[in-house]
């Protein structure tokens, strides 16, 4: 191979963990490896540890004769993409801190800053589930909910960066109480860590999760059922919401609690379903690109501000 052979720098942040890749412009995968975020020792080292990482991944792709061209990053919390701003993020601490500089400046490379969810988004629109539709709205379901509205290709990160966030829609007034200080959010009542936390309320089992949940809904347990059943007509409610206005042609479900499958995924559509009315149901599909969907869309994202730049 020649330095003709251009590869991205991608990492994908999380506050526990962060994947990082050599990621082709095809989409394909060189290289990849993992590394504790450790969030808890603050921001300032977070972001060191990240500006680190990459420039040993950009060093990586030189040995092994490829040609780094840029870097994608990926955040969870608030995220100005135009200015590659870090505006606020719980997991991690970061307050204002300007990671697209900061990389450009330590890797000498172009470099382009995402949300976690909205560059997921823009993977499994056009590398995976949603490839080959014009208008996606891709919604993770783990620990909270989020989503990722993709037209055309492109990402949409709204006016302040905080577009999709669907897990902090009202579906019921005066529900469980939310992290965000609402009662009743989507995230309260469907994530994954809302599931298990009520399993858990009402059954006396501490420790149960969604997927205990999900397991025991399908073997016929009543309780488990119940719960199960409730998340799912809540989680209808928000996609409806979101329907109603984005008009998607299809949307598509990640995260932890899409790992159930059908389990999820035909309850929601007869659920979503029998609630439409004069909008068009939007085919309602699982995820395919699993937990690479943050590095190959950091890398998407990357190209794409390349692109843009020339």
Request: a negative charge.
């Amino acid at each position: 191979m020649s330095l003709s052979d251009p590869v991205v720098v991608a990492l994908d942040v999380g506050g526990t963990g962060m994947k990082c890749a050599l990621v082709r412009p095809d989409g394909t995968v060189h290289h990849e490896e993992r590394h504790p975020t450790r969030a808890e020792r603050g921001p300032e080292a977070v972001t060191e540890t990240i500006l680190g990482v990459a420039g040993s991944l950009a060093a990586r792709a030189r040995t092994d004769g490829l040609d780094p061209i840029a870097a994608g990053i990926a955040v969870p919390g608030v995220v100005d993409e135009l200015h590659g701003v870090a505006v606020w993020s719980a997991n991690v601490g970061f307050r204002d801190v300007p990671l697209k500089d900061l990389a450009e400046q330590r890797l000498g490379l172009p470099a382009a800053l995402g949300h976690d969810v909205r560059v997921g988004a823009l993977a499994e629109a056009r590398l995976g589930a949603g490839r080959g539709r014009r208008h996606v709205l891709f919604v993770a379901i783990g620990t909270g909910i989020a989503g990722g509205l993709v037209i055309d290709g492109r990402g949409y990160p709204g006016a302040h960066g905080a577009a999709g966030e669907l897990g902090h829609v009202v579906v019921r007034p005066g529900g469980a109480p939310c992290g965000c200080g609402l009662l009743g959010c989507l995230e309260a009542e469907a994530s994954a860590k809302s599931v298990g936390r009520k399993y858990a309320e009402l059954s006396g089992e501490s420790g149960a999760t969604a997927f205990d949940v999900a397991t025991r809904a399908a073997r016929g347990e009543d309780l488990a059922r119940r719960v199960w059943q409730d998340a799912v007509e809540a989680l209808a409610d928000g996609l409806l919401t979101a329907q109603a206005l984005y008009d998607v042609g299809v949307v598509v479900l990640g995260g932890g609690l899409a790992e159930a499958g059908d389990d999820l995924l035909l309850p929601v559509r007869a659920a979503v379903a029998g609630r439409v009315t004069f909008h068009r149901s939007p085919e309602i599909v699982r995820a395919e690109l699993g937990d690479a969907a943050g590095c190959l869309g950091s890398a998407l994202l990357a190209l794409d501000s390349v692109e843009g730049a020339s």
